[in-house]
């Protein structure tokens, strides 16, 4: 009840309590009149990715005092990059320690050597955002007296289940079809509550399994994959290991829904692993936000050498299960692919719906989230958004969200700037990306905006794309370039370095390009 927020702290409790990570805690405790505890911390992190904890990190290089900071999230490990990369599918197994596996510097000795406390598994049910108070589902209340900051992050956008429709004969047995190719008629969409209690009465003609959450679409499917957190890669590997015991990679068939940057580099991985990889996405292009057909279709030839075989302008309606594991994927056109490994990759959507009525939000435009002003402030004084979750208006260079590790860290730098120091300094960002797939590197600067796109040499030695508007460089992209050659590049589109088209149009090979630059 948000009326119990409303009565004023009485009395500091001082009584042992620990945080996820068995410390005691460092923050204050008060007792509101109501008798309701509360935990209080000068700053609140609410969220643990890569935002998350490089925002704890910038507060550490800032001086923070024991008992200042607190973290909160619903996960059951401290901070590291969600977006965890598809090397780690290389190996056959995740270590349990963060530390070992490096994915992040907060881990569990360095929040307990900074005196962060960092509560795990606590999901927040309510927020108040005129005095930053926040509720768990299990009645704890955590305030933040001076900012909190909302480093949430995203979540994968889900792709319906589908079942086999279980019809009930004369006889009054149940029978099954078992087969993936059945008729569209013949396959249920997981239903809602509602259509269960509509098809109930309709039980003699068609029957449909208990659906599966939303939630939890992913729990007890054996082969059905949505990469966001360290479970979500762990268990990918355990899927992975587990079909190579059974039927050996190479008799293994994997299907990658999605065609952006993560989609393809899993797609590699997996098929470094030695097992059977398909690739379906709707778009005629890879990555249609950046790569131009022609740019796309260097990768697609490169794919298909590598034995990925690459399935365009196509979506997938829904993942076929039979007996909680996946079987197939039903394409647009009714065709169902035989697999045992679902991977999906479609995209993301910002954990911003309990901010819903509180905080302004953006929902249907190019950069979702919650809306925040330049110095990364919120609609409520006080409350701040980092990484994923935050929608930046203001900020016109990139047409669509960004969401890479730099983007994270640059945001998480800024907004401890402007809370520790008080400016209202601008959020600037040099937008970049990277990705990795069969020991080929590539990087992209700036914007893929512009009137021309000059390619210059080959995909597999080194590549250039440069993305041109009125004679100057808005964007780049470059493969397998050495380090000189990235920074030289990254400079000169950062500038918006001014070319002799001309000039550009004879050169045939990308060494001659870079002296140019």
């Known amino acids: 009840n948000n009326s119990d927020t409303n009565?004023?702290?009485i009395s500091e409790i001082p009584r042992t309590r620990f945080d996820s990570l068995g410390v005691k805690i460092s923050g204050s405790e008060v007792m509101f009149s109501n008798s309701r505890q509360c935990l209080v911390y000068d700053y609140i992190i609410l969220g643990t990715g890569a935002s998350g904890g490089f925002a704890a990190s910038a507060f550490v290089q800032q001086g923070i005092e024991k008992g200042q900071l607190c973290m909160i999230t619903k996960e059951n490990f401290p901070p590291y990059e969600h977006?965890?990369?598809?090397?780690?599918?290389?190996?056959?197994?995740?270590?349990?320690?963060?530390?070992?596996?490096?994915?992040?510097?907060?881990?569990?000795?360095?929040?307990i050597h900074n005196s962060i406390d960092i509560f795990l598994d606590t999901t927040i049910t309510d927020i108040d955002t005129e005095k930053k108070l926040l509720t768990s589902k299990a009645g704890t209340l955590f305030s933040a007296s001076k900012a909190l900051i909302i480093a949430t992050g995203t979540t994968s956008i889900k792709i319906p289940l589908l079942r086999p429709s279980v019809t009930t004969g004369n006889s009054g047995?149940?029978?099954?079809?078992?087969?993936?190719?059945?008729?569209?008629?013949?396959?249920?969409?997981v239903a809602s509550n509602?259509?269960?209690?509509?098809?109930?009465?309709?039980?003699?003609?068609?029957?449909?399994?208990?659906?599966?959450?939303?939630?939890?679409?992913?729990?007890g499917i054996f082969g059905l994959h949505y990469l966001r957190t360290i479970n979500d890669v762990k268990s990918l590997i355990q899927c992975l290991n587990e079909l190579a015991r059974r039927s050996g990679p190479q008799n293994s068939q994997c299907v990658v829904i999605g065609g952006n940057c993560v989609a393809m580099e899993y797609a590699a991985a997996i098929r470094m692993r030695g097992f059977q990889v398909k690739m379906v996405f709707e778009s005629d292009c890879l990555i249609q936000d950046l790569f131009s057909p022609e740019i796309s279709s260097k990768f697609?030839?490169?794919?298909?050498?590598?034995?990925?075989?690459?399935?365009?302008?196509?979506?997938?309606?829904?993942?076929?299960?039979?007996?909680?594991?996946?079987?197939?994927?039903?394409?647009?056109?009714?065709?169902?692919l035989k697999c045992a490994l679902a991977i999906v990759s479609i995209g993301s959507k910002p954990n911003s719906s309990m901010f819903e009525g509180k905080l302004t939000?953006?929902?249907?435009?190019?950069?979702?989230?919650?809306c925040v002003d330049g110095s990364l402030q919120t609609s409520s004084p006080g409350i701040y958004a980092?990484?994923?979750?935050?929608?930046?208006?203001?900020?016109?260079?990139?047409?669509?969200?960004?969401?890479?590790?730099?983007?994270?860290?640059?945001?998480?730098?800024?907004?401890?700037?402007?809370?520790?120091?008080?400016?209202?300094?601008?959020?600037?960002?040099?937008?970049?990306?990277?990705c990795s797939m069969f020991g080929l590197n590539w990087y992209f600067f700036g914007d893929s905006a512009g009137n021309q796109c000059t390619l210059v040499g080959d995909l597999a030695s080194k590549l250039i794309v440069l993305w041109i508007w009125q004679a100057r460089i808005?964007?780049?992209?470059?493969?397998?370039?050495?380090?000189?050659?990235?920074?030289?590049?990254?400079?000169?589109?950062?500038?918006?370095?001014?070319?002799?088209?001309?000039?550009?149009k004879k050169i045939v090979n990308s060494d001659d390009l870079l002296k140019l630059l």
């Open 7 to 9: 009565n004023k702290a």
């Open 83 to 111: 977006l965890v990369g598809a090397e780690q599918l290389q190996v056959s197994s995740l270590p349990n320690s963060l530390l070992e596996l490096d994915l992040f510097k907060t881990s569990r000795e360095w929040l």
């Open 173 to 189: 047995t149940a029978t099954t079809n078992a087969s993936p190719k059945l008729p569209n008629h013949s396959i249920s969409h």
């Open 194 to 219: 509602n259509e269960m209690q509509l098809m109930s009465s309709r039980k003699n003609s068609l029957d449909i399994t208990k659906p599966t959450p939303r939630w939890k679409v992913t729990e």
């Open 300 to 336: 697609e030839e490169y794919f298909a050498q590598k034995g990925i075989d690459i399935i365009k302008k196509h979506t997938c309606d829904g993942i076929v299960i039979e007996q909680n594991k996946v079987v197939g994927c039903r394409l647009s056109n009714g065709k169902v």
């Open 361 to 370: 939000l953006q929902i249907h435009t190019m950069k979702p989230g919650v």
């Open 386 to 434: 980092i990484g994923g979750v935050s929608s930046m208006l203001f900020f016109s260079l990139c047409k669509s969200k960004l969401e890479d590790t730099e983007h994270s860290k640059r945001t998480a730098d800024h907004v401890v700037s402007v809370i520790m120091h008080k400016h209202r300094n601008p959020f600037e960002y040099f937008p970049s990306m990277s």
């Open 474 to 504: 808005q964007g780049a992209l470059i493969t397998n370039g050495t380090v000189s050659d990235i920074q030289k590049l990254k400079l000169a589109t950062a500038e918006q370095k001014l070319l002799n088209l001309v000039q550009v």
